[in-house]
Structure formats: C-alpha cells, structure tokens
C-alpha cells in the first residue's frame, strides 16, 4: 500500500491492521472477511484486495468471477491499482475477452494517479498520459 495515495481514514487504518496482523502472518480468510466488510461498504483498497484474494484463492475459493467483480468496482470507484488490475485483465483475457481497448483505458486511468506501472505500460502502448 503506498502511504502517500491513501487519503488517512478509519477504512484505511483497519486495511493496515488487517494486513499486519492477518495476511502477514497467513490467516488469509481473517483477512478476507475483514477486508470484505469494508469492501461491502464502498471502501476502494478493500475491494481491491478482495479482488486480489479471489484471484489467488487466499482465504476464499478463487473464483476468477468475483474476482473480476472487485476488481472493476474498485476501478469504477478511482482506485488505481485496481485500474491497473482491471487493465492487466482485459490485456491478459482474464475473466473477460481480450480487449486492447478496454486495457488501454485503465492504464491510463491509473498512469494519471501516478501508478508507476501503468506508466510505463503506457508508454510501451504509446498512450500519451498528460
């Protein structure tokens, strides 16, 4: 988690937490169902990671589905590693068609929030991030 994107709230504060306490040391479904809590509310990171959870099946069966599912939420809700996930979906064909397009656009978005990744997949695309 980059410290200097996360605007300082509660929501962030419990990611922190769980991450510390839960995913550090293993108990990834702890982990889960604290970071779905938030997640159920809205909270951007939260649904990102809970999109990343059901990625991998850390803690929860992994359900390339529902991880699609997080991870577009977070996008549409202006996190920028979950742009970048959601981008790296569409690129790689996970969960979704192929869709170029639709790849560019999310690294775009997340390039514009300074994702460093994003920044250079934009350049690799040729996609001009002003």
């Known amino acids: 988690m980059a410290d200097n ?3 300082p709230c509660m929501e962030l504060d419990i990611c922190k937490e769980l991450i ?8 990834y479904e702890k982990c889960f169902e604290g970071h779905l809590e938030l997640a159920s509310k809205g909270y951007p990171l939260a649904e990102c990671q809970i999109g990343y959870f059901y990625l991998e ?3 929860v069966d992994k359900d390339v589905s529902k ?7 977070s996008a549409n809700h202006g996190d920028r590693d979950g742009q970048y996930n959601l981008a790296w979906f569409y690129e790689e064909g996970i969960g979704v068609e192929s869709d170029m397009e639709k790849a560019q656009y999310w690294y775009k978005q997340s390039a514009l929030q300074s994702h460093n990744l ?5 350049k690799k695309f ?4 002003d």
């Open 5 to 7: 994107y996360y605007k």
């Open 20 to 27: 510390t306490k839960y995913f550090e040391t293993k108990q």
């Open 57 to 59: 099946g850390l803690g």
């Open 67 to 73: 991880a699609l599912y997080w991870t577009e939420r």
């Open 118 to 122: 994003a920044i250079e997949k934009c």
């Open 126 to 129: 040729g996609i001009i991030v």
